[in-house]
T-cell receptor, first 115, second 111 residues
Framework: ETGVTQTPRHLVMGMTNKKSLKCEQH?????MYWYKQSAKKPLELMFVYNFKEQTENNSVPSRFSPECPNSSHLFLHLHTLQPEDSALYLC??????????????FGDGTRLSIL | GQNIDQPTEMTATEGAIVQINCTYQ??????LFWYQQHAGEAPTFLSY????GLEEKGRFSSFLSRSKGYSYLLLKELQMKDSASYLCAVSHNTNAGKSTFGDGTTLTVKP
């Protein structure tokens, strides 16, 4: 139990579907992150939120839309995805910007498959 | 830009010692993290180095040389459960909280 919970664990969707990934952290952290992990590739940072404000968008296509309603919850809304978007999507949290380097705590991820 | 290199795969024997290297070339280096990721599970934090030298934590130690852009993770008394992917991640002083990850090293421990 890492204190970061992601749902669903697995998701299969068609290219025209709309779905959302959810992440919740119970660690009192103020920063949250979305990463994409594909086979044979490094973890790719997608978005960073500090105190509910987006501070990083790593050139992510607009078919991925993040939402952070509060410091404990983070969503990734998916629309019109492509087959190459199939991957493991990991959420993480940390103490937040302004703190000295703090480790990130990861959820178990959502395994996304695009048909 | 950021460039982080780690070996793709390593194999070692139970009870032995293994050293996983990580070299980096990055602007705005702040510190370096090591994470462990078992197949199908979340990455978990192992160690953090910001100053040169060795940080020891039980069977695991991590070393950093800022001038050489080099780090290693040392695992002693290897156990079968240490079979996992080990991720080197560089944090940046331009944006606190942002880390860039290497490809990871898959370690297989054999009996």
């Amino acid at each position: 139990e890492t204190g970061v919970t992601q749902t669903p664990r697995h998701l299969v969707m068609g290219m025209t579907n709309k779905k959302s990934l959810k992440c919740e952290q119970h660690l009192g952290h103020n920063a949250m992150y979305w990463y994409k992990q594909s086979a044979k590739k490094p973890l790719e940072l997608m978005f960073v939120y500090n105190f509910k404000e987006q501070t990083e968008n790593n050139s992510v296509p607009s078919r991925f839309s993040p939402e952070c309603p509060n410091s404990s919850h983070l969503f990734l809304h998916l629309h019109t995805l492509q087959p190459e978007d199939s991957a493991l999507y990991l959420c993480a949290s940390s103490q937040g910007s302004g703190q000295k380097d703090q480790p990130q705590h990861f959820g178990d991820g959502t395994r996304l498959s695009i048909l | 830009g950021q460039n982080i290199d780690q070996p793709t795969e390593m194999t070692a024997t139970e009870g032995a010692i293994v050293q996983i290297n990580c070299t980096y070339q990055t602007s705005g280096f702040n510190g370096l993290f090591w994470y462990q990721q078992h197949a199908g599970e979340a990455p978990t934090f192992l160690s953090y180095n910001v100053l040169d030298g060795l940080e020891e934590k039980g069977r695991f130690s991590s070393f950093l040389s800022r001038s050489k852009g080099y780090s290693y993770l040392l695992l002693k008394e290897l156990q079968m459960k240490d079979s996992a992917s080990y991720l080197c991640a560089v944090s940046h002083n331009t944006n606190a909280g942002k880390s860039t990850f290497g490809d990871g090293t898959t370690l297989t421990v054999k009996p």
